[in-house]
């Protein structure tokens, strides 16, 4: 089932993808997020804008058309592609992450070598961190985080998807909901995971983490559970991918995974924090509801403790 269909008949409605999002705050935390489903074309140009900013910064588009090997007509297609409406647009935006930063490579962390000493594998790993919460904060809409809030709020139950590393934040983000009163249920497995889906129902609410966005055991349960007529909120890496294309809600972490980094904590991290995000909103606006069950859980546990 495409995106367009992934909402058909469950009672919730679709948001309108017709009109441009947002331009990104960060343009390289853009390219990184849907760097895996370009074309060869577009990725070129995305591998030049990660690589040397600046040089994109000072080019033409007919320059840049030459440097990269590709038409300007690809060139503005690959612009509009990171959500940007045209590459004036682009560079504009490149110049002032460029004229930001310290240093260029601030806009890129340095990939991690197999010579590397660890004095930089602490430097470049920390630098990633830092970045993948700040790249994160700077694209996460506080309209859509505040009708994510409402909506689970109001959830009967709450499905939370996710395998892997992605499983782990599943799993924090349903310890968080129960903490503060709030029925909601983890699932790695992606049988009792598409078991609870089918029983979702209008106004629950199921999760669905992947950092690629593809991840076929948090896919089909998502699907499943839209058609149930619950919302679906994703969690990815990548705004074009097929996690984000059935979602009603879709909040991008912007950390990034390397060849010696799989299932990094700048993904990790990345994710957590748009989970606690959603867990401060939560707290919030259920206040007094959430205050007691915090204390209420806080005094079982120590009593637990003190036995």
């Known amino acids: 089932m495409d995106g367009a269909g992934a909402g058909a008949g469950t009672g919730v409605a679709r948001p309108s993808r017709a009109a441009l999002p947002p331009e990104p ?4 935390a853009a390219v990184r997020a849907v760097l895996p489903s370009l074309t060869p074309a577009a990725r070129a140009i995305a591998r030049i804008i990660l690589d040397d900013p600046e040089l994109v910064v000072r080019s033409t588009i007919t320059e840049f058309s030459s440097v990269s090997g590709t038409s300007e007509a690809t060139i503005v297609r690959t612009a509009r592609v990171l959500g940007y409406s045209g590459y004036s647009q682009l560079r504009f935006a490149l110049a002032a992450a460029v004229a930001v930063a310290k240093e260029p490579e601030r806009l890129v962390p340095g990939d991690l070598g197999p010579e590397d000493p660890l004095t930089d594998v602490i430097a470049k790993v920390a630098r990633a961190e ?18 994510v809030v409402t909506a689970i709020a109001a959830a009967r139950r709450v499905d939370v998807y996710g395998v892997g590393a992605s499983g782990l934040v599943a799993a924090d983000m349903s310890q968080k909901l129960l903490r503060i009163g ?8 992606a049988h009792l995971a598409l078991t609870s889906a089918a029983l979702l129902k209008e106004g629950d609410v199921a999760v669905a983490i992947s950092c690629s966005g593809e991840t076929p055991d948090v896919l089909v349960p998502a699907r499943t559970a839209a058609e149930a007529g619950a919302m679906v909120v994703g969690i990815t890496n990548n705004p074009r991918s097929t996690l984000a294309g059935l979602a009603h809600h879709t909040m991008v972490s912007a950390g990034r995974e390397t060849a ?11 994710q957590l924090l748009i989970v606690d995000c959603v867990f401060v909103g939560l707290a919030q606006r259920t206040y007094d509801t959430a205050d007691a069950a915090i204390r209420a859980t806080r005094e079982a546990t120590e009593r637990y403790r003190l036995r």
């Open 260 to 270: 010696y980094r799989p299932g990094a904590l700048a993904s990790r991290i990345s």
């Open 182 to 189: 709030l029925s909601s249920h983890p699932f790695a497995d």
């Open 130 to 147: 830092s970045e993948a919460l700040a790249d994160t904060a700077a694209q996460l809409d506080p309209e859509q985080l505040g009708e």
């Open 25 to 28: 705050a960060n343009p390289a």
